[in-house]
Nanobody, 122 residues
Framework: QVHLVESGGGLVQAGGSLRLSCAAS????????MKWFRQVPGKDRDVVAA????????YVADSVKDRFTISRDTAKNTVYLQMNSLKPEDTATYYC???????????????WGPGTQVTVSS
């Protein structure tokens, strides 16, 4: 059974940094794409970043491209989202997902983690 567990969220002041981690277990993820989504209550989930497990392909949304970085540590089965220069509008619940195909949308099958809250104060 696949388990994705996010950690690293919290409260931070504007301009600060956080690093989210996603510990993945339960299957071989070598052909999977790992993604980070975020969601604000009442709005759709938006993809923030994606990376193939091999590391060959990455994507970061234009809205955060200069501030967020996605990476993975295959030895630890963990995916990271480094978030710098955080803004109040980055406040959301952040979700880690795993999907068999590389895409930059929410379409298709995804395993989902429970999410971690990020709150950026002004």
């Amino acid at each position: 059974q696949v388990h994705l567990v996010e950690s690293g969220g919290g409260l931070v002041q504007a301009g600060g940094s956080l690093r989210l981690s996603c510990a993945a277990s339960g299957r071989n993820f070598s052909t999977y794409t790992m993604k980070w989504f975020r969601q604000v209550p009442g709005k759709d989930r938006d993809v923030v970043a994606a990376i193939t497990w091999s590391g060959a392909n990455t994507y970061v949304a234009d809205s955060v491209k200069d501030r967020f970085t996605i990476s993975r540590d295959t030895a630890k089965n963990t995916v990271y989202l480094q978030m710098n220069s955080l803004k109040p509008e980055d406040t959301a619940t952040y979700y880690c997902t795993a999907t068999p195909t590389f895409s930059t949308t929410v379409a298709g099958f995804h395993y989902w983690g429970p999410g971690t809250q990020v709150t950026v104060s002004s």
